[in-house]
């Protein structure tokens, strides 16, 4: 017999974020009406936090499978095979609600949660990335936003041991007061077999491990799936408090459990707490697990059996133990300071049954919960929507005139090098130094390639334990987190298509072959036409990049319902920002090349789409642009156009050219063309090395803004040493390079004198010094931040 | 010869200092729980960085109290080689090892950079291998290594030659620029950058190297 209790059913439906139809449906699963921590259970479970319930239709589209992949969508993490029996664990997971009310410990907390998903696993976190957006840096609260966030990250991340590597930073008004925070990392696998969190063998112990439980975080995941408003900040109690001292035992003592044997499965208590852990483990495995409030490890005297269900209290797991042997493994825990108690069992029968003072409180069919759960179909309209086609229209010749002097401004003309200044003060731009260098980037001493040297985060595969863990590795892994937001907010497909190439693109330029994809959509509300097509065009999109360039994804997280209701009512979406993280294998680490210029002499190439296309299709001339361009919203105010289309074919070839040439040590320094295009690439390669580089621009009648700023999918530098001319060449002729529609093109050499230098024919066009670009650049974010430390 | 490190609860470069002395300069390296009291076979210990029992209450002030740490004290005062990295420096001020202490850094914030350091050995053993004035670059990684003490106090140290390593550039605000601390008798050496991190060319610097093989003899 289920408790029953008496409460509002329209009441709680709306604070558990559920329909009418939902609670219907939930009275038809159960055959009776649910008390009210049973629709709790539902209503966190139902959430598009833990079902995408608008997103899943969508993510069935994306390629998942691949020789490489051994743990596909589905379970805490994905896994792939990095050979020689190294087998690499991650994941990315947004921590967006809970930072805008919060920033530390939201921030710190959704560290703590994405490093669980992946020692969850049975692997040792190796590495951390992350991606974040705010909004202008003129307003305070954007302000005190970042160096929350970036506190809490470092904060946990630097005592929890695991070094933050890389990562991105990008700004638009769209954040503001919702900012994005997420969060990736890496693990590299203990044990012998990937552990799984499907609960198995009737009668086998439930072991809760880790923190206690309290009244924190609760129905965080309910909150993370719903607008922010004003009064979001009356939701603090929501967001969970972390302890990184804790999670550092519970990483130890975890694998060393998996090590032992002992555990037949085990699973993190993320989001939605006891509730998801619970009918998680039951409906994997086909079986039911009794859990017995009684017996959870708690805080607070009192709680209910909702709070205990819907806790989102920090540094929490749930395991599935062999009978008889769960005195040996709790006793690892406590040696580590941790709670560790049997609270529950493995039922034959598949239901989830919660016991609290010797009455059922809750008793739910645990597929019910879990699987096939509702979802919420929207149409999605045929036509982009109107605006988005009236920027389209957009075209370069709009502009006002580019002459050799530089452009004209309503203020007069502002010179070349000018304009190259404001694009490096840019704070998406810009220097990350003020950001990383809170970030201990490295502990573990494997990092071969620290943030900000080059376009990606190489760590070494070197174990931390065991084996090896004290023999020279010459293997690495390669991570990146990429998102062109502004081209996603201009057209979510092709912005999709280019978040994925960028990726690619960037692990390319260190050497590391692509493996495979989380991937993090951060989008408004797909209540609206325009939020669902956003939404859907994103995921074609990347279901398209990615099953070009072989990169099949693996998991990630959804977060919708990013918008800010403004004083107004008006509601404010930030750009949709589908993040992809990516991981590749770097096969020797000795052939690792950075973004920074390496020796004077050595030949500066251009590969990919050629400066001054010469296009037989109208297609091919969409490759660049300075639509939806840094330059046209720094130097202009405008965010319009088209965004470029990314040339996928050639993108995989390029890409495929880089990789062989820097194992053939044919090249010394790689780096991708990204925001503000050759002019900035150019201008943070020399920055990078103190070194100038002279280039000559190509004769003709492109417009030189294009030529210096424009913007698009395939392209990047690299550095030649002079004593290798011959073989690049042949590389170059082998590969078709140089042949029709070539796709690589010498632009000028590196220089002693710390001095940038691009001319078209004999006029210059923009010469400077690099101090002041390296001012202009290193300075951004700390003269924005208050200049403090 | 075997070196110690000391293992505590939240250490998290216990396992770098082993690459660093035993992986990469072939030195035998042990660790030790920090509920154990035995230290026999071992000729130095290192107190490696980290946040030993999470760093609540304030760094270091609860890692005093381990049974590792009194049988610690006992062996640095019978002249035995101690290292303390970081969090470790932290330890020792707090176990009376060496004076001062070491408070949030100026600004605030956590700083994980290269740090260019200027050495002055003076009876410190663990800094025989270095040459008077010599600049070296290790990497920093701290958010409490603002080294404080008074006036008098610094006066004392700089005159028995204890100041063997500050900053050529102050980033956490130091008094008079404090890198590095050894005690009077040059046993016991407490320093706020990582020499462990400076050992292997794969992934960075190697000027921490000499610090470490000093125990070699």
New interface residues.
């Given amino acids: 017999m289920v408790a029953t209790t008496t409460f509002s059913v329209a009441e709680a439906l709306r604070k558990e974020g559920l329909s009418q139809a939902d609670y219907d449906e939930i009275v038809r699963r159960l055959g009776r009406a649910p008390n009210r921590a049973e629709l709790g259970m539902f209503g966190v479970m139902w959430s598009e936090h833990c079902c995408y319930r608008n997103s899943r239709p969508l993510l069935r589209g994306f390629p998942t499978e691949g020789p490489r992949i051994l743990v596909g969508p589905g379970e805490n993490a994905g896994v792939v095979d990095l050979g020689e029996g190294q087998h690499l664990a991650f994941k990315i997971e947004s921590h967006n609600h809970p930072s805008a009310v919060e920033p530390f410990q939201g921030a710190a907390t959704g560290v703590g949660g994405i490093l669980r998903d992946i020692f969850t696993m049975g692997a040792r976190p190796i590495a951390l990335l992350n991606a974040l957006r705010f909004g202008p840096l003129e307003d305070e609260r954007n302000v005190g936003l970042m160096e929350g966030v970036v ?1 809490g990250i ?2 946990y991340g ?4 695991v070094p933050t590597v890389g990562g991105e930073v990008a700004f638009d008004p769209s954040y503001s007061g919702n900012p994005l925070v997420n969060a990736m990392a890496l693990g590299l696998m203990e044990t012998p077999e990937i552990v799984r969190s499907g609960a198995e063998g009737v009668g086998n112990p439930v072991v809760y491990v880790g923190s206690t439980t309290g009244r924190d975080g609760m129905g965080g995941a309910s909150f993370a799936s719903a607008e922010l408003t004003a009064a979001s900040l009356d939701d603090r109690p929501a967001v969970q408090v972390g ?4 999670e ?2 519970l990483i130890e003592a975890c694998l060393e459990a998996f090590k032992s044997g002992d555990v037949v499965a085990a699973q993190d208590m993320g989001a939605a707490g006891l509730t998801c852990s619970c009918s998680e483990m039951a409906a994997k495995g086909g079986v039911g697990v009794e859990l017995d409030l009684d017996r959870v490890p708690a805080r607070e005297a009192g709680m209910s059996a909702y709070e205990y269900l819907l806790s989102e209290s920090q540094e929490r797991m749930l395991f599935v133990v062999r009978a008889g042997r769960e005195e040996p493994l709790m006793e690892r825990f406590r040696r ?2 941790l709670q560790a108690a049997v609270v529950g069992r493995v039922l034959a029968e598949p239901i989830v049954r919660v016991l609290q003072h010797g009455e059922v409180a809750a008793e739910v069919p645990a597929n019910a919960l879990a699987d096939d759960t509702p979802i919420n179909h929207h149409e999605l309209i045929n036509e982009p929507p109107a605006d988005l086609l009236a920027h389209w229209h957009w075209r370069e010749d709009q502009l006002p005139e580019a002459s050799i002097d530089g452009i004209a401004i309503a203020k007069g003309t502002l010179g070349w090098a000018a304009v190259l200044e404001k694009l490096l003060d840019d704070p998406t731009i810009a220097s990350k130094r003020w950001v ?13 390639v620290p943030p900000g040297g080059a376009d990606a985060a190489v760590v ?1 595969l ?1 174990p ?2 065991g084996e090896g ?4 590795v010459t293997r690495g892994v390669a991570a990146t987190v990429d998102c062109p937001n502004r081209w996603v907010a201009l057209d979510p497909e092709r912005g999709a298509i280019a978040a994925v190439a960028e990726a690619a693109r960037n692990l390319s330029c260190v050497g590391a072959e692509p493996l495979a994809v989380t991937d993090n959509l951060n989008f408004p509300s797909p209540d609206t036409d325009r939020g669902y097509w956003q939404l859907a065009l994103a995921c074609r999109g990347l279901a398209e990049a990615c099953r070009a360039l072989g990169t099949p994804v693996t998991g990630g997280n959804v977060s919708l319902y990013n918008e800010t209701r403004l004083s107004d009512g008006q509601m404010q979406p930030i750009h949709p920002t589908p993040v992809v993280g990516m991981v590749g294998l770097v096969h020797d ?1 000795a052939q690792v090349t950075g973004l920074a210029w390496c020796t004077p002499g050595d030949a500066i190439w251009l590969l990919g789409v050629p400066l001054e296309t010469i296009c037989e299709t109208a297609a091919n001339e969409e490759r660049l642009s300075l639509a939806g361009s840094s330059y046209l919203e720094c130097i202009h105010g405008l965010v319009t156009g088209r965004p470029p289309r990314t040339d996928l074919e050639l993108e995989v070839r390029v890409q495929a050219f880089l990789r062989l040439a820097i194992a053939s040590g044919l090249v010394t320094s790689a780096h991708d063309l990204a925001d503000g295009g050759l002019a900035v690439a150019l201008a943070e390669a020399s920055i990078a090395s103190g070194l100038g580089a002279t280039v000559q621009l190509p004769p003709g009648e492109v417009r030189l803004d294009r030529l210096l700023f424009s913007e698009g999918g395939a392209r990047l530098l690299v550095s030649v040493p002079a004593s290798r001319t011959g073989p690049w060449q042949a590389a170059l002729e082998r590969a078709g390079a140089l042949a029709d529609q070539a796709w690589a093109e010498r632009l000028g050499q590196v220089i002693t004198e710390p001095q940038l230098t691009l001319s078209r024919g004999d006029q210059l066009v923009l010469t400077s010094a690099l101090a002041p670009l390296a001012e202009r650049y290193e300075q951004a974010l700390p003269r924005r931040l208050g200049a ?2 | 010869m075997t070196l110690g490190v000391v293992v505590f609860p939240g250490s998290n470069c216990d396992r770098d200092v082993r690459w660093a002395t035993e992986g990469c300069l072939g030195l035998p390296t042990r660790f030790l729980w920090h509920e154990e009291r035995d230290l026999s076979g071992l000729e130095a210990i290192v107190l490696p960085g980290g946040f030993s029992y999470g760093d609540y209450l304030r760094c270091g002030a609860i890692a005093r109290f381990a049974p590792v740490l009194e049988e610690v004290k006992a062996f640095a005062e019978r002249g035995g080689a101690v290292l303390g990295i970081c969090n470790g420096f932290q330890v020792l001020t707090e176990l009376g090892l060496l004076p001062g202490a070491l408070t949030r850094n100026r600004h605030l914030h956590f700083l994980c950079e290269p740090s260019r350091l200027t050495v002055e050995p003076g009876p410190c053993r663990w800094l025989r291998r270095y040459s008077s004035g010599e600049t070296i670059t290790l990497p920093i990684a701290h958010g409490e290594g603002r080294y404080q003490v008074d006036p008098d106090q610094l006066k004392m140290l700089e005159d028995q030659g204890s100041i063997v390593l500050r900053y050529a550039t102050n980033p956490n605000g130091s008094v008079g620029d404090v890198a590095g601390v050894t005690n009077a008798a040059g046993n016991v050496l407490g320093l706020m950058p990582h020499p462990e991190r400076a050992c292997d060319p794969a992934t960075g610097g190697v000027d921490g190297r000499r610090l470490l093989e000093s125990l070699l003899g």
Wanted: glycine share 10%; hydrophobic share 35%.
């Fill in positions: 506190a470092a904060h630097n005592c929890v041991g302890d990184p001292f804790l550092k035992g580590w300071g990383w260098r809170q970030y201990d980037h490295q502990v573990q001493a494997n990092t071969v070494r070197r931390q334990q863990s004290l023999t020279a680490l403090r430390g």
